[in-house]
């Protein structure tokens, strides 16, 4: 059990991974993609994880009371607003192979020449 | 490499990553036993010193603000390369079509949503330092209430609240807006980004020195962010459902 957070945060990226590998669709790449990411999430947030620990806004809770680290979850934040942004990214050139190439499916797409 | 040999490939690095990661995750401290001192510090100190009582907000903002600039900058540039991505090729100006939706009922709640979502998102960011939320999350909810309106209104309706200068504006003055604030602390002298504001009492709106600066910054930039994106990716769909210029 006191592993467990961890161990899911391996197995979501992992999961993820083979998503990606094994994608016939960019779209489903994308969100695979993102799956892969939000193991991150999970890792941070079970690394700052204090036991019986509140959330860290001390508002009508007296200082002092034990709480969970402010750090992780900031760095947490920053990590999703990246993912959605790399998700944007991606959506838009999914969106430009299938004009150019016609497909969606990243095995059909041929090597750039230059 | 066809399907077959990357899946095997995949297969032998996914074991040995598996490997791999439950070797270092029995080296970290278990689940619940944690001991970061920045983290604990932060916890004990921050809602005196900053008087802020959401400590992740004063981390976000203050403690690691150069790092919030980043990533505001990040989310600028990404949002730059999906509008220079979907624009260039896309014909200039194509006919906004009519597709309003036609269940009353539908309209109805999206409308009353819309207003309720906007206040809502207003709210999240305007407490931010306060109780949970923030720029980043009360802005993402603030751009979910512009996309109501295309859910539950009209394409038509849509494009004409974002209307795609305005939004341009607000995410550049909010991704500007947090460095411009960062610049004026090095203009008395402090260090970039250095609190500007008498800190006030923790727990009350007008607290925390710089941070509802850095806050609302973000909320707009975020919210703008996001519009934009939606402009981009729902221009694209009316092309394609817009009869006249249905691509070849």
Request: proline share 5%.
């Given at each position: 059990m006191s592993y467990l957070p961890f161990v899911l945060?391996?197995?979501?990226?992992?999961?993820?991974?083979?998503?990606?590998?094994?994608?016939?669709?960019?779209?489903?790449?994308?969100?695979c993609l993102?799956?892969?990411?939000?193991?991150?999430?999970v890792l941070?947030?079970?690394?700052?994880?204090?036991?019986?620990?509140?959330?860290?806004?001390?508002?009508?809770?007296?200082?002092?009371?034990?709480?969970?680290?402010?750090?992780?979850?900031?760095?947490?934040?920053?990590?999703?607003?990246?993912?959605?942004?790399?998700a944007a990214l991606l959506l838009a050139l999914a969106i430009q192979a299938k004009k150019h190439a016609k497909t969606m499916n990243p095995d059909e797409l041929r090597p750039v020449r230059g | 490499?066809?399907?077959?040999?990357?899946?095997?490939?995949?297969?032998?690095?996914?074991?040995?990553?598996?490997?791999?990661?439950?070797?270092?995750?029995?080296?970290?401290?278990k689940f619940g036993d944690y001991h970061g001192a920045y983290g604990k510090i932060l916890n004990k100190r921050a809602p005196q010193e900053r008087q802020t009582s959401n400590v992740v907000a004063a981390v976000v903002f203050d403690y690691r603000g150069f790092d919030t600039m980043g990533e505001e900058l990040i989310l600028?540039?990404?949002?730059?390369?999906?509008?220079?991505?979907?624009?260039?090729?896309?014909?200039?100006?194509?006919?906004?079509?009519?597709d309003p939706v036609r269940s009353?009922?539908?309209?109805?709640?999206?409308?009353?949503?819309?207003?309720?979502?906007?206040?809502?998102?207003l709210w999240i960011v305007a407490h931010g330092y306060v109780t949970p939320g923030g720029g980043f999350q009360g802005g993402v909810v603030l751009a979910a209430a512009f996309l109501l309106v295309w859910l539950a209104g009209s394409y038509r309706a849509y494009r004409g609240l974002a209307r795609a200068p305005f939004v341009e504006l607000a995410e550049g003055s909010g991704a500007g807006g947090y460095v411009v604030i960062g610049l004026c602390a090095l203009l008395i002298g402090d260090a970039f980004l250095h609190n500007l504001l008498p800190y006030g009492v923790a727990g009350k709106l007008s607290s925390g020195g710089s941070i509802p600066l850095l806050?609302?910054?973000?909320?707009l930039e975020?919210?703008?962010?996001?519009v934009l994106l939606f402009n981009e990716f729902l221009s694209e769909r009316a092309v394609l459902i817009d009869p006249t210029r249905r691509p070849s």
């Open positions: 945060a391996a197995w979501i990226f992992l999961v993820g991974i083979f998503g990606i590998v094994r994608s016939r669709h960019f779209i489903h790449l994308v969100v993102s799956l892969t990411q939000s193991s991150t999430y941070l947030l079970s690394i700052g994880y204090v036991k019986h620990g509140g959330a860290p806004i001390f508002k009508d809770v007296p200082l002092g009371t034990k709480a969970v680290d402010p750090v992780v979850q900031a760095l947490t934040l920053t990590d999703i607003v990246v993912s959605v942004t790399v | 490499m066809t399907r077959r040999v990357r899946l095997a490939l995949f297969g032998v690095a996914a074991c040995g990553l598996a490997a791999l990661l439950l070797w270092s995750i029995t080296g970290l401290p600028f540039a990404a949002v730059m390369g999906v509008a220079m991505l979907l624009r260039e090729p896309r014909e200039e100006e194509a006919p906004v079509p009519e009353d009922a539908l309209r109805a709640f999206g409308v009353s949503l819309a207003g309720a979502t906007l206040v809502l998102g806050n609302w910054a973000s909320g975020v919210t703008a962010a996001f």
